[in-house]
């Protein structure tokens, strides 16, 4: 990142792109390269040295906001979510597809700034609107874990041992053992088996829970 963060930019507000990028410009670290009205128009025409793209979610070319993440994912970009607010499922759904955030337009130069600086450095970017979209998603196969069950998954889906994710828990190995397996049990049933750490590892992400 030391020769700053290259930005792109999916949305169809020709205005909101100028003045995105004369504003990102007052940052010194960070540019707005490229500005497209649909992502078939970005990937159209590839450029080298994106380091994330903002999208918006909702555009007028009727594109699926999900496939919108996906397809960038694909093409091996990191993407922030920069919209007005949206369904939360339609939110949940985009985080779950590979997206590092979601951000509301209505956000000053030095919040936006540090979100970008965050998701372009390989981090997710968790913000209140992303918060409150996953606690409203009604989208029925995420299962309801108890607080111990979530502890115990964050823990161990980190990277801990089971050991480790037990004494950071304060519970005893066994214990958290018992904890585990009606994690992967509730996903069983919702249809979403999980047997690995990186399947848990990946629910962690699917579901935002933190």
Not at 122 to 137: K, R
Not at 158 to 172: C, D, P
Request: charged share 25%; proline share 5%; glycine share 8%.
């Amino acid at each position: 990142m030391s020769q700053g963060i290259r930005v792109a930019a999916v949305d169809d507000d020709r205005m909101l792109l100028d003045g995105l990028g004369t504003w990102l410009a007052q940052t010194g670290d960070i540019a707005l390269t490229v500005a497209a009205a649909t992502v078939d128009e970005l990937l159209g025409d590839p450029r080298d040295g994106i380091d994330l793209v903002l999208l918006d979610l909702v555009l007028r070319d009727g594109s699926d906001p999900v496939d919108n993440v996906r397809r960038l994912i694909a093409a091996d970009h990191r993407v922030l979510v920069l919209s007005v607010w949206s369904r939360p499922h339609e939110i949940a759904a985009a985080f779950a597809a590979g997206a590092s955030g979601y951000v509301t337009k209505d956000h000053d130069l030095a919040t936006l700034a540090s979100v970008i600086r965050t998701a372009a450095g390989g981090e997710t970017v968790y913000t209140p609107p992303l918060a409150m979209a996953f606690l409203e998603d009604p989208r029925p196969d995420r299962p309801r874990l108890s607080t111990r069950e979530r502890e115990i998954l964050l823990a161990y889906a980190s990277g801990m041992t089971l050991t480790t994710a037990a004494r950071h828990v304060g519970v005893r190995p066994d214990t958290a053992k018992t904890y585990l397996d009606r994690v992967k049990a509730k996903y069983l049933e919702r249809g979403r088996p999980t047997y690995t750490k990186l399947d848990l590892a990946d629910r962690v992400r699917e579901d935002g829970i933190h």
